[in-house]
Every structure is written in structure tokens, then in C-alpha cells.
């Protein structure tokens, strides 16, 4: 099971326990509703026990069947829509599948109540006052603004990138924190070159493409998207996950690899397939949240400017990945990649050189 796939069941046991806290609440909700002054009290045939297991299963069927939907199918498939898009579309469906939902529920529910077939008069008309119940409408109408608020804070997630928002609810980053992280900044080359050529809305459709491509093999080498700034993406990784069969530098050839086998899409839609170069360094560097209007966390330290300059070298040396000699030194390289010392560099704004190795896989080398 690939990283992107198991992320997904993360959030999946997620929806599914939320939902079904929501169903616990409910029953709850309903049974105190009976208890006050203002009710007439519940009908012979309720029973509190069997109001939970409605509410539960609604819920597990409603996690396991629509969450999976969503997870799966509409923000992969439906990616490119907008929010509003997608939010009310989503929630006209689920209004369906709630109903569809209650309606087997009750096909179950009622013959255990009435301690009758389904087909007897009298579970019929039980069956008859279930759908009639104006709890049912309550049940549709909360279940219908549950799926809502699901699909928003998937989106919401999404926007913010990978474990950004959850870290974000739970204040992990309001006090800054100094961490152990490697940086790959990975850079598009010849942009401004295939901007001309393309044209601005040409080009952007590339970026989006490109971007899109490499999510996956960033994922499963462990490697968290902090940022896009033009054509230029910055991957992080916790200083453990990266050095851990070298996947920082191993993300680079599986991105590599998946663009290759896309490149007929690319010269189809482009006429030309991207190439690009990245730049690997680690170090401590302080997380924090910083914003008003718009919250993110945001890495500082002189890491990221010197992986900045690593990056520049790759022109220079003529090589598509450098990475400073402080990261080498803790890689578990084994013998996937050939390395070649470029020697003690005085990169630009620096006052100490900094020694510099180039990478080449095994695969590649000549």
C-alpha cells in the first residue's frame, strides 16, 4: 500500500469516527428531548438502545459508503472545481444517499421493534409512522450540514497542504519551535523560455500539470509540500523521514521517473516535457504560525537561503541535484546513487564556504 493511499484511510477512520460521534450525540440529543417537561414522553415502542444503533449505524454505514465517496472519488476526481462547487454538489448527493440510508435502516429497524415480519400490517404502519417521524427531517437536515462541513474541512486541509491544518487546529506551532528539517528546493528549468513560448495561461496549465504529477512521489519518499513559489515547489522533510533510505534525494528520481512516463501527455498538451534541477540541505530551523488574516506555518533560518544558493549551483556544475556535504554525511546512501564531491564553494551572500556533493543514480550513470 503506497503512502498517498494509506493518508487517505487516515482520513477515511477519521470521517468515520467523527460521524459516528455525531450519531452518539444524536441519540443522546433525542433521549433528553423526551425527558423534558414539554414531551409527551416516548411511544411504547421506544427503546434507547435501538435509537443508538440506528444513529451508530446510520453513521458507519453513512462514514464507511460517504466518506469513502468523498476521500476517494470527489476531491480526486473533482479536484479542479471550485469550493462552493463541490460543497453543494456534495451535499445534494448525500441529501439522497441520507435518505436512502434511513430508509433501509428503517426497513431493519422496524421488524426488531414490532417483533413482526416486515410484510405484517402492523410493521407497515410502524414502518409508515418511522418515515412520517419529524425526527427524520431533523436527522436529514444535520446529516445533510455534517457531509457539508466534511467536505469543506477536506478542502480546507487540502489548501493548506499536508498536516499543515491539523497542526494549525491544534496550536502545535503557536508557540515557534526549533526543528531538525531538510529542504529540497526543486526548480523548473528554461521558465521564462517556455513562458514565452507557451504563453501565460499556456504555462500556468503546465505548472498546474507538473505540480499535480510530482504530489505523489513527494508523498510516498515521506516529503511534505511547503510551498509553491512560481515554478518552483520547496519540499520538507522531517530530518529522520528524509535521511531514511536517503528519500530526499530519492524523491527527486521518482519524480523524475513519473514525469518520464507522462511525457506523451506533456508533448501532446505542450510539446515538450519539463525538466528541472533541485537544490538539498538540512539544519535547524524555527516553525512557528504567522498571519492574521491568513494563518500558515512558515519555516525561518539561514537553511533556506543556502539551500536557495545550492540550488543556483546546479547550473554552474551542470548537474540536475547538489546537496551539501553536512546532508550527505548522514544519508544512508547503500549503493543507489554515484556521488561526486564538487569541493568547498563560496556560495553568493555567504561568508563560509560550504561543501557541496552532486548526485547521479546508479540507473543513470555512464
Known amino acids: 500500500?503506497?503512502?498517498?493511499?494509506?493518508?487517505?484511510?487516515?482520513?477515511?477512520?477519521?470521517?468515520?469516527?467523527?460521524?459516528?460521534?455525531?450519531?452518539?450525540?444524536?441519540?443522546?440529543?433525542?433521549?433528553?428531548?423526551?425527558?423534558?417537561?414539554?414531551?409527551?414522553?416516548?411511544?411504547?415502542?421506544?427503546?434507547?438502545?435501538?435509537?443508538?444503533?440506528?444513529?451508530?449505524?446510520?453513521?458507519?454505514v453513512g462514514g464507511l459508503l460517504g466518506g469513502s465517496l468523498l476521500v476517494f472519488f470527489v476531491n480526486v476526481k473533482y479536484q479542479d472545481k471550485s469550493y462552493g462547487h463541490t460543497v453543494a454538489a456534495v451535499s445534494i448527493s448525500f441529501f439522497a444517499i441520507i435518505l436512502l440510508i434511513i430508509l433501509l435502516l428503517g426497513l431493519v429497524s422496524v421488524p426488531l421493534r414490532t417483533g413482526k415480519p416486515f410484510m405484517d400490517p402492523v410493521s407497515q404502519e410502524a414502518f409508515k409512522n418511522f418515515l412520517m417521524d419529524s425526527s427524520r427531517a431533523k436527522n436529514i437536515l444535520v446529516w445533510s450540514i455534517v457531509v457539508a462541513i466534511t467536505q469543506l474541512l477536506l478542502q480546507?486541509?487540502?489548501?493548506?497542504?499536508?498536516?499543515?491544518?491539523?497542526?494549525?487546529?491544534?496550536?502545535?506551532?503557536?508557540?515557534?519551535?526549533?526543528?531538525?528539517?531538510?529542504?529540497?528546493?526543486?526548480?523548473?528549468?528554461?521558465?521564462?523560455?517556455?513562458?514565452?513560448?507557451?504563453?501565460?495561461?499556456?504555462?500556468?496549465?503546465?505548472?498546474?500539470?507538473f505540480f499535480a504529477d510530482i504530489t505523489n512521489p513527494i508523498i510516498a519518499n515521506k516529503g511534505e509540500i511547503h510551498q509553491y513559489?512560481?515554478?518552483?515547489?520547496?519540499?520538507?522533510?522531517?530530518?529522520?523521514?528524509?535521511?531514511?533510505?536517503?528519500?530526499?534525494?530519492?524523491?527527486?528520481?521518482?519524480i523524475k521517473l513519473h514525469i518520464e512516463k507522462n511525457k506523451e501527455k506533456y508533448i501532446q498538451r505542450y510539446g515538450l516535457v519539463p525538466s528541472f534541477k533541485a537544490g538539498i540541505h538540512c539544519g535547524?530551523?524555527?516553525?512557528?504560525?504567522?498571519?492574521?488574516?491568513?494563518?500558515d506555518i512558515t519555516y525561518s533560518g539561514d537553511v533556506l537561503n543556502t539551500t536557495s544558493r545550492i540550488l543556483s549551483m546546479c547550473k554552474e556544475?551542470?548537474?540536475?541535484?547538489?546537496?551539501?556535504?553536512?546532508?550527505?554525511?548522514?544519508?544512508?546512501?547503500?549503493?543507489?546513487?554515484l556521488t561526486q564531491p564538487l569541493g568547498a564553494i563560496k556560495l553568493r551572500g555567504k561568508e563560509k564556504e560550504v561543501s557541496l556533493t552532486s548526485f547521479k543514480p546508479l540507473a543513470f550513470a555512464s
Open 284 to 295: 535547524k530551523v524555527v516553525a512557528g504560525e504567522v498571519g492574521i488574516i491568513k494563518r
Open 156 to 209: 480546507i486541509s487540502s489548501k493548506f497542504g499536508q498536516g499543515v491544518f491539523g497542526n494549525i487546529i491544534r496550536g502545535k506551532y503557536n508557540t515557534p519551535k526549533e526543528e531538525n528539517r531538510i529542504f529540497m528546493f526543486l526548480d523548473l528549468n528554461s521558465s521564462t523560455t517556455i513562458a514565452e513560448k507557451l504563453g501565460d495561461e499556456k504555462y500556468h496549465e503546465l505548472l498546474k500539470d
Open 1 to 60: 500500500m503506497n503512502r498517498t493511499t494509506q493518508l487517505k484511510l487516515h482520513q477515511l477512520g477519521a470521517i468515520i469516527c467523527a460521524w459516528m460521534i455525531v450519531g452518539f450525540i444524536i441519540s443522546i440529543y433525542d433521549h433528553l428531548v423526551l425527558l423534558t417537561n414539554n414531551s409527551q414522553g416516548p411511544s411504547p415502542e421506544y427503546s434507547f438502545g435501538l435509537s443508538l444503533m440506528f444513529n451508530l449505524g446510520s453513521a458507519l
Open 317 to 337: 556544475f551542470n548537474a540536475e541535484v547538489i546537496a551539501s556535504a553536512d546532508l550527505v554525511a548522514s544519508l544512508q546512501l547503500a549503493n543507489n546513487f
Open 229 to 254: 513559489v512560481g515554478d518552483e515547489v520547496i519540499i520538507a522533510w522531517k530530518h529522520k523521514d528524509g535521511i531514511e533510505k536517503s528519500q530526499c534525494v530519492q524523491c527527486f528520481y521518482d
